[in-house]
Each structure stands twice: as C-alpha cells, then as structure tokens.
C-alpha cells in the first residue's frame, strides 16, 4: 500500500530555516497534485502550499515569500523550504498527495503521517 513519508521537521529558532522532504513509499502510476498543510495545536488543519503536475503553485497569505514548494517528478518527492521562521508557523506539517497507485486505478488523496515544526522565540 502507497505511503506519504515525510522527513527534516525539527526546532529551530525564529529566523531560522528548515526543509521537508515528502515522498511515496513505493512507486505510483501518476500524481497529480501535491502540497503541505499544517495544524497547530487546537486549531484545524490549513493548506500551506500546494503544487500541481505541471509546477503551477499556491501559497497561504501567510507563508508568501518565506516558503517555497517544489516536487521531483523522478523521486516522486514534493519539498518544502521554509526560511525566516516564525513562532507561529509551530504545527505538525502534513503533506498530501492525489494519486493513482495503478494504470487502472481512481486517484485519491493520500497524506503522510506528519512532522513536528517548532519554532522557539
């Protein structure tokens, strides 16, 4: 069975940067779009970048201009740089897939299991 893994969550301080990796455990037929999302503690899950097959892209308000998405179509993998943190950027990230496992197969929305971004004042 396809799985989202994700990787490179950690702490750092305010300013700081870091970079999550997502990508399938196992070869997929196609992808279509990616993107990561996040969910602070009591708060709902928000989108924070997304990704299509083509390398359109699309940014919450609040992450524009310090967050950058990308994907390697070969590794099946989907990036996230995150540069000039801030404490509220704290949350688990998620990243999401649609995709079809098989040649016959529907596409549907997969999701990692996420990881911890915290970010110290």
């Known amino acids: 069975q396809v799985q989202l893994v994700e990787s490179g969550g950690g702490s750092v301080q305010t300013g700081g940067s870091l970079r999550l990796s997502c990508a399938t455990s196992?070869?997929?037929?196609?992808?279509?779009?990616m993107g990561w999302y996040r969910q602070a503690p009591g708060k709902q899950r928000d989108l924070v970048a997304t990704?299509?097959?083509?390398?359109?892209?699309n940014y919450a308000d609040s992450v524009k201009g310090r967050f950058t998405i990308s994907r390697d179509n070969t590794k099946n993998t989907v990036y996230l740089q995150m540069n000039s943190l801030k404490p509220e950027d704290t949350a688990v990230y998620y990243c999401?897939?649609?995709?079809?496992?098989?040649?016959?197969?529907?596409?549907?929305?997969?999701w990692g299991k996420g990881t911890q971004v915290t970010v110290s004042s």
């Open positions: 990704i299509t097959g083509g390398g359109s892209t």
């Open positions: 196992t070869s997929v037929f196609s992808i279509n779009r």
């Open positions: 999401n897939a649609d995709l079809s496992a098989t040649a016959m197969g529907r596409s549907y929305a997969y």
